[in-house]
Nanobody, 119 residues
Framework: QVQLVESGGGLVQAGGSLRLSCAAS????????VGWFRQAPGKEREFVSR????????NYADSVKGRFIISRDNAKKMVYLQMNSLKPDDTAVYYC????????????WGQGTQVIVSS
């Protein structure tokens, strides 16, 4: 079992930065793939980024590549999403999620943190 709690959302002007944090519980956290997803009003939830257990493999959606950086600290059971050069289109509720590498879908989800980027 893994419990996830996001934090770090807020209101920021376009071009600014935010760092989202995802705090996890669970003894085998370092084994999990952790992803960030987002859902904007009226839109479906979409993939943003993910990081594998050891932190060596990271993937990004094309829309955030070059602007967002995902990282993790397994000792602290934390995953971070550094968001730079934010755009109004990045406005959404951001969720972190976790799964074992063998699973297709994510089994554990946080409650989400709101990010609003003003123009």
């Amino acid at each position: 079992q893994v419990q996830l709690v996001e934090s770090g959302g807020g209101l920021v002007q376009a071009g600014g930065s935010l760092r989202l944090s995802c705090a996890a519980s669970g003894r085998t956290f370092s084994s999990y793939v952790v992803g960030w997803f987002r859902q904007a009003p009226g839109k479906e939830r979409e993939f943003v980024s993910r990081i594998w257990g050891a932190g060596g493999t990271r993937n990004y959606a094309d829309s955030v590549k070059g602007r967002f950086i995902i990282s993790r600290d397994n000792a602290k059971k934390m995953v971070y999403l550094q968001m730079n050069s934010l755009k109004p289109d990045d406005t959404a509720v951001y969720y972190c999620a976790a799964k074992m590498p063998s699973r297709e879908s994510y089994d554990y989800w946080g409650q989400g943190t709101q990010v609003i980027v003003s123009s």
